[in-house]
């Protein structure tokens, strides 16, 4: 067992700088497109440089963030991103695309590839996958509990778990919800967030069924401190922080409270316990209510923020009434000058940044707030200026490098200096032989005060040793020099001493792989509630069907598959007819699509039906899963199916339904040869109409799109 790496998110420069100063042990972050935050503000290649160079003074690790989707014709520039930024200095790279994975092991084979939690690993068979195609390190689906992880994590490969932050309620890599209703893809690094938006679970007739409020796909975050000894314990080899979209003061918080708790917990698991003030200053950081989720095993009601899906902040009181102009506020802890203040009024949020001109002195606080409250409203912090300027001044000092310098100043030796640090490091520069001074000899503050002007080094000196012979002399500018050659060896020794290793890995090779695709035009009718299409890492095996949710959607990620024995892909429904042909081109296996059906935009762990009220979680049993159909209901009006499998998943489907049979003609001339009814909502009649549309169209039958369907993304591209 080994102490577990603290992983922390920084999706720029003062998030970085935050997450190495609060004691991160490595960073992950995003530069360029290809990765699954491209609203942060992420990394130029020159930024990264610097970064990882930052990092690897400080003995901690870089990971860059390849974790999207590459589509046909940007493989060159994915490869270039992630080759600029081996070159820039990182340590490894999160890849959740196949051919991508394929590609790196091929061209970069020192590069460290870690399976992004986007390929949504949960088992044996996924870890195995995920290390033949050359990752040393998984990072695990969110929906494992502890024990499924420690039992993972004898197979002996580095795993890496969520432990804080926010929570997908879909399955990581398997949301299409923001794709097909908006056209932002969560798979290209676009998400934009319609789980955090209100629906209403309604039946066949529109009456409203969900009891718990309106937000109905928005979980809580996970907060895992409580439980880092059993994560310890369980094998993890590292304890990942969500959020590069997240501020500075998050991240130094989060950061720095999760190292002290990983540090205690290490030295003695037995009698660990969650620090005091832990769980508060994690809910002052951000919080949209905390839950331990998967983790803990727990995938109902309790998980799930139903009232809210932004931060609630903490609650500091209630308004009593007004005085002088001034809302009186009944405050059960401290408020400071620059809070950031949220009213809970009966028609909604408003918010007030407290001032120096407000009466913060006893119980009751007197506020200048200008928006209309009303007496019993609650008042909660969002925003701490107590908990950002701690960040901050964490920040200042945690990104100076603690050394010792000794200077050695003996007359008729030359002069040296060397610079040491707890750890062992060490270095040293020689300058001139010091000679009987000429006129004034130097003094022992005189070397502190020059040697010791360190200010736009990463270092600062905790401890000097000054052998200074007396009337003896130096020009400042000698000490000056020799200084700044023994910081920059000292520079090249933490480099070296915390430089990359060389990794040994496996790889897919995609080079020599044989065509399989000819193959004549066909119409099936497929069911993903009983299919043995390969839907996930767990499912594949050789000779089976690629399922469109393990997106193939470069020609690399089809050799890749067809290398390791796959027969046929059903092609993303992402992709465009533009696209698929690009891609049957060069394929080796046959491609199909689906042409008809309602697409599933979202499974999860988590049934929706829960909303309903409390569950025995019987699912087999389930009246309500087996009763009248069930819809989510948005803003709108558009009604998306819900249905809860057998094992107590929930999905969700389109609210209109797809229908690309008319494109058939254009379809089979880009090359594609199989087309599919997805009848898991259909019932025999349905299916079997559909099933003869698409029949006619292959035999040339001109078909006319029916109407109230929607064509996907055929036509029009994701973003």
């Known amino acids: 067992m080994r102490k577990p790496e603290l992983l922390a998110p920084a999706g720029n420069r003062a998030a970085f700088e935050a997450a190495l100063a609060a004691g991160a042990d490595a960073i992950y972050l ?41 589509f046909p014709d940007e493989m060159d520039d994915a490869l270039a991103m992630v080759a600029s930024a081996a070159e820039a200095g990182i340590d490894a790279a999160i890849v959740q695309d196949v051919g991508l994975m394929s590609v790196l092991r091929r061209e970069l084979p020192e590069l460290e590839l870690h399976a992004s939690t986007q390929l949504n690993v949960r088992g044996k068979r996924g870890i195995e996958l995920a290390t033949r195609l050359g990752c040393s390190r998984v990072t695990l689906a969110r929906e494992l509990s502890i024990e499924q992880i420690a039992r993972l994590a004898e197979l002996g490969v580095d795993l890496e778990v969520f432990v804080h932050g926010a929570l997908c309620i879909c399955q990581s890599g398997q949301c299409l919800l923001s794709s097909l209703i908006g056209g932002r893809s969560a798979n290209r690094g676009l998400c934009a967030q319609p789980c955090r938006l209100p629906y209403k679970l309604v039946d066949e007739d529109g009456k409203t069924l969900a009891k718990e409020g309106q937000y109905l796909l928005s979980p809580k975050d996970l907060c895992g401190i409580g439980m880092v000894d059993r994560l310890i314990e369980a094998g993890v080899a590292s304890l990942k922080i969500e959020g590069r979209m997240k501020s500075p003061e998050y991240v130094s918080t989060v950061t720095a409270t999760y190292r002290e708790a990983i540090d205690r917990a290490w030295k003695d698991r037995a009698s660990y316990e969650v620090a005091d003030d832990a769980e508060d200053v994690l809910a002052e950081a951000f919080n949209r209510g905390f839950t331990h989720g998967y983790l803990a095993g727990e995938r109902g009601n309790d998980m799930m923020g139903y009232r809210r899906p932004n931060n609630r902040g903490v609650a500091v009181g209630r308004v009593t009434g007004y005085s ?51 007496v019993g409203d609650r008042v909660f912090r969002v925003r701490s200026a107590k908990l950002a300027a701690a960040a901050q001044e964490r920040t200042e000092a945690g990104m100076k490098i603690p050394v010792s310098i000794d200077v050695h100043m003996k007359k008729d030796e030359p002069l040296e200096i060397i610079v040491r640090d707890e750890a062992g490091h060490e270095a040293k520069a020689m300058g ?92 099936t009718v497929i069911r993903f509630d009983d299919t043995n299409i390969a839907c996930s890492l767990e499912q594949f095996e050789p000779g089976c069907s690629i399922g469109p949710r393990m997106y193939a959607t470069n020609i690399e990620a089809i050799r890749t598959w067809a290398a390791l024995g796959a027969s046929f892909v059903w092609l993303s429904p992402e992709l465009t007819l533009h696209q698929m042909k690009l891609l049957a081109d060069e394929s080796p296996l046959p491609l199909g699509i689906i042409v008809i059906g309602r697409q599933e935009l979202m499974v999860s762990d988590h049934c929706f039906l829960m909303a309903e009220g409390s569950c025995d979680e019987h699912c087999a049993t389930c009246a309500r899963r087996c009763g009248t159909s069930r819809f989510l209901e948005d803003r709108k009006g558009y009604r998306f199916p819900v249905t809860t499998d057998v094992c107590g998943r929930g999905h969700i489907y389109n609210a209109v339904p797809l229908d690309v049979a008319h494109a058939i003609g254009d379809l089979l001339r880009a090359g594609v040869r199989g087309f599919a009814v997805d009848a898991t909502l259909m019932g025999e009649g349905e299916a079997e109409h559909a099933h003869n549309r698409v029949r006619s169209g292959i035999n040339g039958t001109k078909i006319k799109k029916s109407a109230d369907t929607t064509t996907g993304h055929l036509f029009r591209p994701v973003e």
């Not at 401290?334 to 407290?354: H, M, N, Q």
């Not at 502190?448 to 200074?468: A, K, N």
């Open 30 to 70: 995003g530069a360029g497109s290809f990765n699954a935050r491209r609203n942060a503000d992420n990394f130029a290649i020159d930024d990264l440089r610097a970064a990882c160079r930052d990092a690897h003074l400080r003995g901690a690790r870089v990971y860059l963030t390849a974790n999207t989707l590459v």
């Open 324 to 374: 002088a102009g001034k809302v009186k506020l009944a405050a059960s802890t401290d408020i400071a000058v620059g809070d950031l203040l949220e009213f809970w009024t009966s028609k909604g949020r408003v918010t007030y940044t407290v001032e120096a001109s407000d009466t913060l002195k006893g119980e009751t606080k007197y506020l200048g707030v200008r928006e209309p409250v009303s």
């Open 432 to 523: 001139p032989v010091i000679e009987e001074a000429r006129t004034k000899a130097i003094a022992r503050e005189d070397v502190i005060e020059h040697v010791g002007r360190l200010g736009s080094t990463p270092f600062t000196c905790e401890d000097w040793q000054v052998d200074l012979d007396e009337g003896v002399g130096i020009g400042f500018s000698t000490l000056h020099k020799t200084r700044s050659a023994a910081l920059a060896a000292f520079e090249e020794t933490l480099l070296d001493a915390n430089g990359q290793t060389a990794v040994s890995a496996g790889g897919v090779d995609i080079t020599r792989v044989t065509d399989l695709s000819d193959m004549a035009p066909f119409t």
